[in-house]
């Protein structure tokens, strides 16, 4: 009987592990249905955004609208194989473009985003899609 409750016990831890590293089972905005990694990357983007927003912006639709593009750039900029480490030039590609993004959402909505800030963002995010998209 204990090593079928130690069983389900690990069942249990694992399933918590991967929520929290995959940040899917968060309370997330609508336009996220379906969008699986994309609810990733908006656990990500509303961490590091929360104390940065200003105080009267829905952070959670401006978090999930951020997500949104850039699981969007990265399905747009991936290719075969493209986590392994002689397709560097891919990813160096997404950090790129991602940062481009960050950068005019911090212009035109008026975020207090950081360069580390940014990086955060980006890193944390590829290393989901490195994981979730694999080619």
């Given at each position: 009987?204990?090593?079928?409750?130690?069983?389900?016990?690990?069942?249990?831890?694992?399933?918590?592990?991967s929520a929290v590293r995959?940040?899917?089972?968060?309370?997330?905005?609508?336009?996220?249905?379906?969008?699986?990694?994309?609810?990733?990357?908006?656990?990500?983007?509303?961490?590091?955004?929360?104390?940065?927003?200003?105080?009267?912006?829905?952070?959670?639709?401006?978090?999930?609208?951020?997500?949104?593009?850039?699981?969007?750039?990265?399905?747009?900029?991936?290719?075969?194989?493209w986590t392994t480490p002689?397709?560097?030039?891919?990813?160096?590609?997404?950090?790129?473009?991602?940062?481009?993004?960050?950068?005019?959402?911090?212009?035109?909505?008026?975020?207090?985003?950081?360069?580390?800030?940014?990086?955060?963002?980006?890193?944390?995010?590829?290393?989901?899609?490195?994981?979730?998209?694999?080619?």
């Amino acid at each position: 009987a204990q090593r079928i409750t130690d069983a389900e016990y690990l069942k249990t831890v694992a399933s918590a592990m991967s929520a929290v590293r995959d940040r899917t089972d968060e309370d997330t905005h609508g336009s996220l249905r379906g969008r699986e990694v994309a609810k990733a990357f908006f656990g990500v983007v509303r961490d590091v955004l929360q104390p940065l927003l200003p105080p009267d912006t829905d952070g959670t639709a401006v978090s999930a609208g951020i997500a949104l593009k850039i699981d969007d750039i990265i399905l747009d900029s991936r290719i075969v194989n493209w986590t392994t480490p002689s397709n560097t030039d891919v990813q160096n590609t997404m950090r790129t473009r991602i940062e481009d993004y960050l950068h005019e959402v911090k212009n035109g909505q008026s975020i207090l985003l950081t360069f580390s800030d940014m990086d955060s963002i980006i890193e944390q995010c590829l290393d989901i899609a490195r994981l979730r998209y694999k080619s």
